[in-house]
């Protein structure tokens, strides 16, 4: 349970981070484009175990948190977050932390910054490579969707 409130803290602070819609237009405004296959899911390379990433898909935006450990061996997540544009999404790696989730949780003492820059090119529908540069590390994981059932 405070796994996943962490990650969806650490998640609404990438989303804070996103540039904000205009919100004058009276005019409704029309529906994104759907990208021709949904990325949403769970993704992970087999021979890594302990990495993985979470992958949120609207229209032609993603939302990437990529859970991992840093070199020091400490669970690290890190998020981007881009446009869909063709089966490429680029976007900064972002690093965030804060106060501990619960009743005196502080959203305004969330601090996040850019650390890096990270590339998703799907390859298929179930595989993709992930490319990434952050604070001196780089390099790239070979990824493919989650099956709970095999």
Not at 28 to 51: C, F, K, M
Not at 54 to 80: A, C, E, S, V
Not at 101 to 116: E, F, L, Q
Request: charged residues 15%; contains cysteine; hydrophobic residues 35%.
């Amino acid at each position: 349970m405070k796994t996943w409130v962490c990650t969806l803290s650490i998640a609404a602070a990438a989303l804070a981070a996103l540039p904000a819609r205009a919100e004058t237009s009276p005019e409704p405004q029309a529906a994104s484009p759907q990208a021709a296959v949904n990325y949403q899911d769970w993704w992970w390379d087999p021979e890594r175990s302990g990495i993985g990433f979470n992958i949120g898909h609207q229209g032609k935006l993603l939302l990437i948190g990529w859970h991992h450990y840093d070199n020091f061996r400490r669970p690290t997540w890190l998020t981007m977050s881009g446009e869909l544009k063709g089966n490429i999404v680029t976007g900064e790696l972002v690093r965030s932390n804060g106060p501990m989730p619960g009743p005196s949780y502080a959203p305004g003492s969330v601090i996040s910054r850019a650390v890096g820059i990270a590339t998703i090119t799907f390859t298929d529908a179930d595989n993709a490579v992930f490319e990434y540069s952050y604070d001196g590390n780089y390099g790239s994981i070979d990824l493919r969707r989650y099956n709970y059932g095999k």
